[in-house]
């Protein structure tokens, strides 16, 4: 039988969780809504992704983090579970170093992807 996992994450802040599934091209809805599962259980979550095969993928604040919640049996994305956390992981901390940086009064001066799918940022602030 099947059931629901929850999959710790270090993601904690809301805005830049939207930001990491909108650059990974992740349709999203905002909730609190239901999350699909197995029999029609259900979770619910402030974020969900709706999959085709009507089970879906969904982000619950546990008071700390936003953990994964999934019936991973039936999961339906192109990359493995650890692969999406990954991906979503490094465009969280990107989404997070920029909107921290800009607050700070700092502008990206330059970008540039590595080889080995790292992403190196120069930042810099003027002052008078």
Not at 29 to 51: C, D, F, H, N
């Amino acid at each position: 039988m099947s059931h629901f996992s929850n999959i710790k994450t270090q993601l904690r802040n809301l805005t830049s969780l939207k930001a990491a599934l909108s650059d990974l091209e992740m349709d999203w809805k905002e909730g609190p809504s239901p999350v699909r599962g197995y029999q029609g259980q259900t979770r619910t979550a402030e974020i969900v992704l709706e999959q085709a095969n009507d089970y879906d993928i969904g982000f619950s604040w546990n008071g700390s983090e936003y953990e994964l919640v999934a019936d991973l049996q039936y999961w339906q994305q192109p990359l493995s579970v650890e692969g999406f956390i990954q991906q979503l992981t490094q465009r969280y901390a990107y989404n997070t170093v920029l909107t921290e940086s800009q607050n700070q009064g700092f502008q990206v001066a330059q970008e540039q992807q590595q080889a080995d799918g790292s992403i190196r940022l120069v930042v810099q602030r003027w002052s008078a």
